[in-house]
Every structure is written in structure tokens, then in C-alpha cells.
């Protein structure tokens, strides 16, 4: 390894020479390429919300008919030849291809009687496979995801998510195509990857639940569109079935269902089993709210349609994860908690007989809880350092010290097995996956990760703070080279909704771009969780502008503390963090020279027409009240693009098949910067066998990520870098 290191550190010097930052100015003006394809003539459509007229230039895209189609994909070969005419493009994503290869990752760890099932992409892989590892310690494929592209004729497949029953002897896998999501589940042998039931469609975010015999599962299943539905129709009425592997699905909740509780067609319906217990969980989740709703009933009911569900938790309890063993349900909430406290009760009784095991702390935010037989496992967290604590059956609470210092990515277990797996990672120390076992208080590394030596200190890891302008201080990491602070590119990243978190993890990608000349940071906006329930509200609903007007703040504090300037400055966001880049390039372009938007929500005013706009109304409201409308249009890029106005050059990428944010979404948006007079460089990036980012490739994202280095590098005027003719 440490020949590679040499290498990767020797191509980087070679890609950007480190004595052009200690000017702290870019070397040239970034290049304005030519020959881009026209931009769409604007159709307008005016319409009056609550008396406030909104103009809408390019509805006609949301169409998708087959001009604004072939005019996306003439976008994005344009897109592509920029690119590939940045000479050390080509360079820089062999390296970043070949460290990346050089580590093995894998994820989504499950615990059964006969052994761990994970995903896992081995080194030099492009996938990830479904893995079985036996009591033996001995591995073994079950779906190979590579076979499954091949089989068909190249189109990408990926694992969306699996299950194994309880004795390990059976596992149900959906997969998808395309990056559609659309799953389809089927039921696999563990011991030789037969197939033994299935495939069942619809089954996108099935969640299958096995009862403890293995006989069969509940899942979660999208409705039967009627011809004709509109596309906000789609995850509508989504229900719950259990199916005994011979016969087709039977519903027992939903909307649609005339079965159980779950009324309300936005509310998803999934039913969970309690290990040992006989009893069967009924969850509703109103589309992205994080607060649930949860019932209980005998596990024999719930699979014949005659449950008679008890109440456990509402909505306004303020719980957002259940979990339970044979004794004790678990629940996590932020009722008068804002950084989040366990409570438990036992089995069959109401919340009014919960007792809290976990106090909230204002200094420590607890993540998510995790049933074992030997209690409850609960990931937590002081600033961005993690923290693992042990509820045990008498109800004393232990803090486990942990093998190294990191965030807990990941928590696995059984909730009829003692002990956890756990997984540890931080911003430059690779993941790591352990064991902890309770009657050793002993944590094992389980080797589940492969991969080179890798040195953290080649790079410096700065935890900040920057001043937003109400005073509240927002965190800001910084990942760079070891030494001296000076302007560099950065690119700084940001997402700010649903109360997600954006913790340290590893990924080759920022080690690869910091050894080619750059900086990468994350600002911690609110909107997101970093900070508990308040730093999520804190940026939401009419307090939204505080999550781009953060990041806002971050890229002030990156320049002033020397890191960068505003020529050399590229701010990032993604999906929903598509509105606090989108909004803050618009409110300050002025401050960037670069603003990249992947598979962003840039027009939030029309997100509710999607598939997926509905169950996104609890985050980001609908404009059929009137605060919601307000606050949407607030937060709409697009709709604050005007034509005097020259903002910092744009790439936005999309793709073809995705489900959460309409490709329409950045396709209008690049249209509308196209109308500018004197625009900056506005890049469609179109990818036509992916969607939204789940399940891609590495070789697809590692392209991906090679683009954004370029165009990080490019606006920020390194001569080696600018586009050629």
C-alpha cells in the first residue's frame, strides 16, 4: 500500500501543482466554452396564488414529451464534451477509480441465528452483492449483482434492500432496474440462492418482516394505479400484506385496505414482528414526517385481517422509532426532549405506563435505538464524535467504550440474540465493523472490511463553526492537507431537511480530491439533525431561508478563515439540499463560482406534482394553504432566477428514471439560466439508465464525481483545468 499511497499522492501533484495556492488567487480566467445548444423557448403560464401572481416560463417540460426529452439529452452531450475536453479529467478518475477499487465497503448488516447477511462491494467491484457470512465464518454470494446486469444486456440492477428470516435459512432481496426503485421481491434459499417464492411487484420499500417460524413475511407494497391516475398518485394508499410464500399477498392495513387503523392515503402502512412474543406491530409514517404512529395486536390476528390494532404511540407523542424484544418496547422520542430520550414500557401495555431509561442531555443527540435480547443498544452522539450506550434488562444504562474514535454508522442486531455489531467510521478513518458482546464487554473486529493501509494524518480534519446572522453558530468541517491554511478550490457541501443528519463518513472521493489540490467541507445547516429536533425545525417550514442562508454563513466563514475565495468557492447540495444551494447561489451569487445542484429539488413550488410530492408535504407544506405556498415559493430556486442577473456557472444533473425529483426539476432550471443575457456556463448532466442515486455504480459515480472535480477546478481558474477547444 504504501506504493499505492506514493501513487495517488504523485498523480494528484501531477493534476494540480500545490505552489499555484500559496498565490492564493486562481492562475486564469476560468474559460467560457462554446457550441452549447440552444436553450428552450419559454412557454409561460401564469397562475394566482392567494392573491401573489407566479409566473411559471417552462411548465410545459413537466410534460417530458419527446422535445424537451431529446433537448435534456442534447444538454447533456454538451454536458459530456465540456468534460472530456478538461485534459486531466480523464487522469484524475483512473486514480479516483483505482483507490476507490483498492477498498472493499459493506453495509446494511443483519444479525440471525446462522450467521451475518450484508451487502458488499469487494474491491476492484463495481456492485454490491448480497453476502452471507455462516457461524463458520465462512462467505458465500447470493445475489450477484454483476450477473444480474449482464443477464440484462447491461441495464443496471441494483439490491434495494433485503431481509433474512430469523434462523438465517431464508432471505427476501428486491431489486430494481434502471435506478427506479421499483422494486420487485423474491425469496431466496441462504444455503444455495434458489429461488423459493416470489417475485412479487410494487414491492418498492417493502420492509419484509418474518415471522419467527420463517413461514412468512409481512411487506409494504405500492397500490394498483388505475389508468389514467395523476403521478402524485403513485405512493398513495400504500399497504401492508402478509404473504406465506405460496399464495399471493394478503392486505391486513392501509388506507385503501378497509383493514386496521391507518386511514389516511398519504399514511404508509407496514406491519413488524416482535421476536418471541406472538405480537405483531402496525407502523403508520405519514409520508416523510418523522414522527409515527404505532399499534399492537396478536401476530395470528394480524396475519388472518382480524387484528383489533391497540394504540401504542401517536403522531403528536413525538415518537420517531419503535423498537422491541419479548419483554420491552423501546421508543425514541423528542417529546419535551429536543435532543431526543428512551422510554420503555412493557409489552402490551400503553404509553402511559412508559418510563424514561435515557434522559435527553442538551450536549448529546441520540440517533437511533436498537432491540437485543440483552436489552437496548442505542447510537448517540457529543458535536460529531460517537457515542454506544447499553440499556440493560435491569434498566441500568451503560456507556461502552468504544474501539476508536468515530461516528456509529451503523448498529445491528437481534432482538432474541445479546450483543450488536457495530460499525465505526469518521471523514479520513475507513469503516470498520465490530462485534460487542455483553458478557465480555468486549468489542471484536469482525474483518468485514478489506482494503490498503491508509494514513488519516495525510490530511487535516478541522471541526469549525461559523456565524450565521441571528448569532446561532453553525458547524462547519473542513477536510484538507496537513499545514499551513491557504486559498484552495473548495468545494463546500450542504443538505438541511427531514432532520438528517450529515455525519463524518468515509468515502475515497474527498481524500482523492483534497491529494488533487482541493478542500472539501460540509456545513451542518439547520434543517438537518446534527443538532437534535430544534436545529431540524430551525430550518423548516417559514424558518427554511436558515438553511441556505447557513451555508450562506459557512462560505463567508471559509474565506475569511483563508481557505478559499469567492473565485474559488463551489457550493454543493443534493435532492432536497437542491434548495439550499439553488437558493443560496440565487440569493448571493455573487460569492461562488460554482453552484452544483445533483438531482436537486430547484422548483419546490411544483415538487408537490411529482410522484413523490405528497408524501413530502409534512416537510415542505403545499401551496394549497397559504403559508404554504409562501414558504415554497421562498425556498424555489427557479423562481428566483431573474434575467439581469449573472450568477455563478451551474452544473445540474439528473436522471431520466428518477422517482424522488422529476428530471423536469433541474431541466427547467437550466433553461431558465439560459435566458440570462450574460450567463455563466450552465451544464445538464443526463444520465439515461439512472435515477436518483440509489443503487448506482461505483464506475457511474466515480464518472460522476470525476465531473464535479473538473468543474470544481475549472471555476476556480487552475490553468491545467480549463476546458480545450
Given at each position: 500500500m504504501p506504493q499505492r499511497k506514493a501513487s495517488l499522492a504523485a498523480t494528484a501533484a501531477v493534476l494540480v501543482g500545490a505552489s499555484i495556492w500559496a498565490q492564493g488567487a486562481p492562475a486564469v480566467k476560468p474559460i467560457e466554452p462554446g457550441g452549447a445548444p440552444a436553450g428552450l423557448p419559454a412557454k409561460p403560464v401564469e397562475e394566482t396564488y392567494f392573491g401573489t401572481k407566479v409566473t411559471d416560463r417552462f411548465r410545459f417540460m413537466e410534460a417530458k414529451d419527446p422535445a424537451t426529452i431529446a433537448w435534456?439529452?442534447?444538454?447533456?452531450?454538451?454536458?459530456?464534451?465540456?468534460?472530456?475536453s478538461i485534459s486531466p479529467r480523464a487522469e484524475y478518475l483512473r486514480t479516483l477509480s483505482a483507490f476507490g477499487a483498492s477498498f472493499g465497503?459493506?453495509?446494511?448488516?443483519?444479525?440471525?441465528?446462522?450467521?451475518?447477511?450484508y451487502l458488499e462491494r469487494k474491491p476492484g467491484s463495481d456492485v454490491y452483492d448480497l453476502v452471507v457470512?455462516?457461524?463458520?465464518?465462512?462467505?458465500?454470494?447470493?445475489?450477484?449483482?454483476?450477473?444480474?446486469?449482464?443477464?440484462?444486456?447491461?441495464?443496471?440492477?441494483?439490491?434495494?434492500?433485503?431481509?433474512?428470516?430469523?434462523?438465517?435459512?431464508?432471505?427476501?432481496?428486491?431489486?430494481?432496474?434502471?435506478?427506479?426503485?421499483?422494486?420487485?421481491?423474491?425469496?431466496?434459499n441462504a444455503a444455495t440462492a434458489a429461488r423459493v417464492a416470489g417475485p412479487i411487484d410494487r414491492a418498492q420499500w417493502a420492509s419484509p418482516a418474518w415471522t419467527d417460524d420463517g413461514a412468512?413475511?409481512?411487506?409494504?407494497?405500492?397500490?394498483?394505479?388505475?389508468?389514467?391516475?395523476?403521478?402524485?398518485?403513485?405512493?398513495?394508499?400504500?399497504s401492508s400484506s402478509y404473504w406465506d410464500l405460496k399464495n399471493p399477498p394478503v392486505p391486513v392495513a392501509g388506507a385503501a385496505t378497509g383493514l386496521g387503523p391507518v386511514k389516511d392515503p398519504v399514511t404508509l402502512a407496514f406491519t413488524g414482528v416482535v421476536p418471541g412474543a406472538g405480537r405483531a406491530l402496525l407502523f403508520g409514517i405519514h409520508g416523510v414526517q418523522t414522527e409515527i404512529e404505532a399499534w399492537i395486536a396478536p401476530l395470528g390476528d394480524a396475519r388472518s385481517q382480524h387484528a383489533l390494532w391497540q394504540p401504542i404511540v401517536r403522531r403528536d407523542d413525538a415518537v420517531t422509532a419503535v423498537e422491541a424484544n419479548s419483554r420491552t418496547i423501546y421508543l425514541l422520542s423528542h417529546q419535551d426532549a429536543p435532543t431526543f430520550k428512551v422510554m420503555a414500557l412493557p409489552l402490551d401495555n400503553t404509553l402511559a405506563s412508559a418510563r424514561t431509561v435515557i434522559a435527553a442531555q442538551p450536549d448529546r443527540v441520540i440517533e437511533s435505538i436498537h432491540a437485543a435480547s440483552d436489552g437496548l443498544y442505542v447510537a448517540a452522539r457529543r458535536g460529531l464524535d460517537g457515542q454506544l450506550l447499553h440499556v440493560r434488562p435491569d434498566g441500568a444504562v451503560a456507556e461502552l467504550k468504544l474501539p476508536f474514535r468515530g461516528i456509529v454508522s451503523e448498529v445491528a442486531t437481534d432482538a432474541a440474540r445479546p450483543g450488536a455489531v457495530v460499525a465505526l467510521e469518521g471523514w479520513v478513518n475507513p469503516p470498520a465493523h465490530y462485534r460487542y458482546d455483553s458478557t465480555k464487554d468486549t468489542f471484536t473486529n469482525l474483518g468485514l472490511i478489506s482494503g490498503p493501509p491508509f494514513e488519516p494524518d495525510h490530511y487535516a480534519v478541522a471541526e469549525l463553526s461559523a456565524a450565521a446572522a441571528d448569532g446561532i453558530r453553525i458547524p462547519l468541517s473542513v477536510i484538507g492537507p496537513p499545514g499551513p491554511v491557504s486559498p484552495r478550490p473548495t468545494l463546500l457541501d450542504a443538505y438541511g431537511s427531514y432532520g438528517f443528519?450529515?455525519?463524518?463518513?468515509?468515502?475515497?472521493?474527498?481524500?482523492a480530491f483534497v491529494q488533487a489540490g482541493g478542500v472539501y467541507a460540509e456545513c451542518h445547516v439547520r434543517g438537518g439533525g446534527e443538532l437534535g429536533e430544534a436545529w431540524r425545525l430551525g430550518g423548516k417550514g417559514a424558518n427554511k431561508p436558515n438553511s441556505w442562508r447557513d451555508f450562506i454563513a459557512c462560505a463567508e466563514a471559509l474565506i475569511a478563515k483563508g481557505y478559499t475565495t469567492r473565485d474559488m468557492l463551489t457550493i454543493q447540495g443534493t435532492s432536497a439540499g437542491g434548495i439550499t444551494v439553488g437558493r443560496a447561489a440565487t440569493e448571493r451569487p455573487d460569492l461562488f463560482a460554482g453552484a452544483i445542484a445533483r438531482v436537486g429539488d430547484v422548483d419546490s413550488l411544483r415538487?408537490?406534482?411529482?410522484?413523490?410530492?405528497?408524501?413530502?408535504?409534512?416537510?415542505?407544506?403545499?401551496?394549497?394553504?397559504?403559508?404554504?405556498?409562501?414558504?415554497?415559493?421562498?425556498?424555489?430556486?427557479?423562481?428566483?432566477?431573474?434575467?439581469?442577473?449573472?450568477?455563478?456557472a451551474f452544473l445540474?444533473?439528473?436522471?431520466?428514471?428518477?422517482?424522488?425529483?422529476?428530471?423536469?426539476?433541474?431541466?427547467?432550471?437550466?433553461?431558465?439560466?439560459?435566458?440570462?443575457?450574460?450567463?455563466?456556463?450552465?451544464?445538464?448532466?443526463?444520465?439515461?439508465?439512472?435515477?436518483?442515486?440509489?443503487?448506482?455504480?461505483?464506475?457511474?459515480?466515480?464518472?460522476?464525481?470525476?465531473?464535479?472535480?473538473?468543474?470544481?477546478?475549472?471555476?476556480?481558474?487552475?490553468?491545467?483545468?480549463q476546458p480545450g477547444p
Open positions: 435534456m439529452k442534447a444538454q447533456g452531450a454538451y454536458a459530456r464534451s465540456v468534460f472530456d465497503f459493506v453495509r446494511a448488516v443483519q444479525v440471525t441465528r446462522n450467521g451475518l447477511f457470512r455462516d457461524a463458520a465464518g465462512q462467505t458465500r454470494t447470493l445475489v450477484d449483482t454483476a450477473a444480474l446486469i449482464k443477464n440484462a444486456s447491461g441495464l443496471p440492477q441494483a439490491i434495494d434492500y433485503f431481509a433474512a428470516s430469523r434462523d438465517g435459512k431464508l432471505v427476501a432481496v428486491g431489486i430494481s432496474s434502471g435506478g427506479s426503485e421499483a422494486s420487485v421481491l423474491t425469496v431466496l412468512g413475511l409481512f411487506l409494504g407494497r405500492l397500490q394498483q394505479l388505475r389508468p389514467g391516475a395523476a403521478p402524485s398518485d403513485k405512493y398513495l394508499n400504500y443528519s450529515v455525519l463524518p463518513a468515509f468515502t475515497p472521493r474527498i481524500p415538487s408537490e406534482v411529482m410522484p413523490s410530492g405528497p408524501a413530502n408535504v409534512p416537510e415542505f407544506g403545499t401551496f394549497k394553504d397559504e403559508q404554504g405556498f409562501k414558504n415554497l415559493l421562498a425556498m424555489d430556486a427557479y423562481q428566483h432566477v431573474s434575467d439581469d442577473v449573472r450568477y455563478p445540474l444533473t439528473t436522471g431520466l428514471n428518477d422517482p424522488r425529483v422529476e428530471p423536469w426539476e433541474p431541466a427547467k432550471m437550466a433553461a431558465r439560466l439560459l435566458e440570462g443575457a450574460h450567463h455563466a456556463p450552465v451544464l445538464l448532466r443526463v444520465e439515461d439508465a439512472a435515477g436518483h442515486g440509489l443503487g448506482t455504480t461505483k464506475s457511474t459515480r466515480d464518472a460522476e464525481d470525476a465531473d464535479i472535480a473538473a468543474f470544481v477546478f475549472w471555476r476556480a481558474g487552475v490553468a491545467q483545468w
